[in-house]
Structures are given as structure tokens and as C-alpha cells.
């Protein structure tokens, strides 16, 4: 595992930080003025860390801009500024501010506060600063940079509890347990965990229509237009081979072409559910297939032009089924 700490630092408490946490993981350091891509992508870690200055994280572009490149990585982003971490709104606006929205869910970043000098601060910001009454301050301290280090595994204080597992329900096509968990940003808490097999959910389509059934779902009490969809049979079949049975199965369609439209999580909250998703094309009857004797199934014919409408109306209001007209009609919508 090769780590690299890159830091972004006009007064140095930055620098100091980066110092320290390089040490302590045994990474390179690197000062990031005049780094690119290219000089991130041989490590497997990168800890990106910079001061702030009038709301805005210096440097961030670096990992904002490439971020599609070094999304599979593992990125921690600190900042450093005289805002108490403490006051966590000012902090989720300042990565709001300076994240993108995917990186906001998916990079970790830790605040350690800063020192003001007006010794080393040009006129204009001197000016600025004391017109703003902020005065002189070195908060600047090794041990704030724990919580990073245990989120890359490398501290573990004592007394601290491993992430246990309790199990409350435990069959091969779903598991429920509670975890405590140890976040990135270095809190503990409980989760539950319900952990469906991954489904597969498919679109018939052909020119001009959808093919959606109607099906009663028992635990809602309602008829609702859904794709056809199903768990994967007991991690033996793979995306595809679910999506053909499936669909043989509930809409009674074979179909000559299987594309996949990737895959969405139907509840992240509290569900490890992953949907893949695939749009069935070439379609043909079979009229000989097998049907799970609880289900029961219309299939509705939807005319293509029709369908964002309806989810519009709220008449199509399952999310796994909003979720693959979209990927598979967006561009329709759009023209
Ligand atoms: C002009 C100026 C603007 C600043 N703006 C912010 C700010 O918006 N938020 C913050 O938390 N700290 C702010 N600070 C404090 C710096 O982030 C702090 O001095 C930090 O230690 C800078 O990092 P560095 O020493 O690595 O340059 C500002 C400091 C200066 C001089």
C-alpha cells in the first residue's frame, strides 16, 4: 500500500500537520504546488490537506478536478483554519462549498484548527483580518490528527471497541444485524444492517413501449406499476441469468438483448441492497412460464412518450422502476 500525504500551505500550519501525518503513516510527503494527475495516480492512498482562506480550501482542484481518476482510491481530504471543528454546519458548508456532491458522500475530510500570525500575513489580509477583529492564534497541536489516522487504521487507542456484530435474523436470502461502527470521521455508532441478496430489476422494451406489471404487494396494501425484478438465486446466478428469469417469470417475455444500465442502491440508509439494472430488448412471449403462486401480476403496456408523465402524475412511484426508466429513457426526455 503506497501513501502519499500532499500538502497545500501559505503560513506553514499545514505543512506541519502534513509533516506529522506522513511521519506517522510512513508516507511521502509532497508539497502540492506544481503536482498533476500523473504524480497522484502510482498510490493507493492519498491524504490531500490545505489551509483555508476566506471560505475556500486551497488547491482543492487538484482532487476535485480529477476526481473521476482517483475516485477507487483512498482519499482523505483535512483542512486547516481557525473554525472550530466543533461547529460542524460551518464545516459541512465549507465542503459543500468546495466539494462536488460526489465527493461530499465519499471522501472523508477532518478539520484541525490553524494559527493566525499577523507577523506573516501580507498588508491587505492583515488589514482584513483585523477588520474582521480576528486576532492572533496558534491552535496548532500533534494529537488533533488522530481521528485521521485511526480512519486509515493506524491509530487504535485503547478501550475503543472493535466494530462488533449482533445477528436478529439470519436466512440465505437475508441477514439483519445491528453493527457499531468506527466512522472515517473518527465517531462510533450503531447501524442496522438488512442485507437482501443483490436483485436484478429488467425493462422490456421495444420502438415506442414499456411493458411494466401491475402487482400487489401485500406489505403496502397496494397495485403498483413496477419493472419486473428479482434476488439473485443464492449468489449462484449471476446479473444476467436473473434478469432472464425474472422476466420470463413475471411478464412472461423472453428477450434477444440484455443491456446493462448499471446498478443503484435501493436503500442505503439502513440496506445493503444493490440493484443491477438492464433494459430487455428483442422482445417474444412465453407463455410456459413458471409463476410464484403469491404473485400477482398484470402486465401494462406504456407507451414510451407516456412514462415521465406518469412518474410525474404519481402513478408509477416505485423507486428501482423510476430509477431504470430514467437510466433508459433520460434521452428521450431530454430531445
Ligand atoms: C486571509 C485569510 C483568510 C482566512 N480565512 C479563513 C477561513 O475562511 N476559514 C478558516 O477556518 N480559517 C481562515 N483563515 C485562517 C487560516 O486558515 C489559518 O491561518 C491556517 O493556519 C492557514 O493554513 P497554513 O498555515 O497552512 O497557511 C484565514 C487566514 C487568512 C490569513
Request: one cysteine or more; a negative charge; proline letters at 5%.
Amino acid at each position: 500500500m503506497s501513501t502519499v500525504v500532499i500538502y497545500k500551505s501559505k503560513y506553514g500550519s499545514t505543512e506541519q500537520y502534513a509533516k506529522w501525518i506522513a511521519e506517522e503513516l510512513g508516507a511521502d510527503l509532497k508539497n502540492a504546488d506544481h503536482l498533476k494527475l500523473d504524480d497522484l495516480l502510482p498510490y493507493d492512498t492519498i491524504v490531500y490537506g490545505a489551509g483555508v482562506y476566506v471560505g475556500c480550501i486551497a488547491g482543492i482542484a487538484l482532487i476535485a478536478d480529477n476526481y473521476e481518476q482517483l475516485k477507487d482510491k483512498k482519499l482523505i481530504v483535512f483542512t486547516v483554519g481557525l473554525t472550530d471543528p466543533a461547529d460542524e454546519k460551518k464545516y459541512d458548508d465549507l465542503l459543500t462549498k468546495n466539494f462536488t456532491w460526489t465527493m461530499k458522500d465519499a471522501v472523508p475530510a477532518f478539520h484541525f484548527r490553524g494559527a493566525l500570525d499577523y507577523k506573516k500575513i501580507g498588508l491587505g489580509n492583515k488589514l482584513m483580518m483585523k477588520k474582521m477583529k480576528i486576532p492572533e492564534a496558534n491552535y496548532v497541536s500533534k494529537e488533533q490528527i488522530q481521528p485521521l489516522l485511526k480512519s486509515l487504521g493506524s491509530s487504535k487507542p485503547a478501550n475503543k471497541p472493535e466494530n462488533t456484530t449482533t445477528k436478529i435474523y439470519d436466512t440465505p436470502r437475508l441477514t439483519i444485524e445491528t453493527r457499531h461502527v468506527h466512522l472515517p470521521n473518527g465517531k462510533d455508532r450503531n447501524y442496522l444492517f438488512v442485507q437482501p441478496v443483490p436483485a436484478v430489476c429488467i425493462l422490456p422494451t421495444d420502438e415506442t413501449h414499456v411493458y411494466l406489471i401491475k402487482q400487489y404487494r401485500a406489505v403496502i396494501n397496494e397495485y403498483i406499476l413496477e419493472v419486473p425484478a428479482g434476488g439473485m438465486d443464492n449468489g449462484s446466478e449471476t446479473p444476467l441469468e436473473c434478469a432472464k428469469r425474472e422476466l420470463a417469470e413475471e411478464a412472461r417475455l423472453s428477450a434477444k438483448e440484455f443491456v446493462p444500465k448499471g446498478y443503484v442502491y435501493s436503500t442505503p440508509g439502513f440496506c445493503t441492497e444493490k440493484l443491477w439494472l438492464f433494459e430487455a430488448r428483442g422482445l417474444a412471449p412465453c407463455e410456459d412460464c413458471a409463476r410464484d403462486e403469491d404473485e400477482i401480476i398484470d402486465v401494462v403496456k406504456v407507451p414510451k412518450a407516456e412514462v415521465f408523465a406518469m412518474i410525474d402524475r404519481g402513478e408509477i412511484v416505485d423507486a428501482k422502476t423510476i430509477a431504470l426508466l430514467t437510466r433508459s429513457l433520460a434521452k428521450l426526455n431530454s430531445d
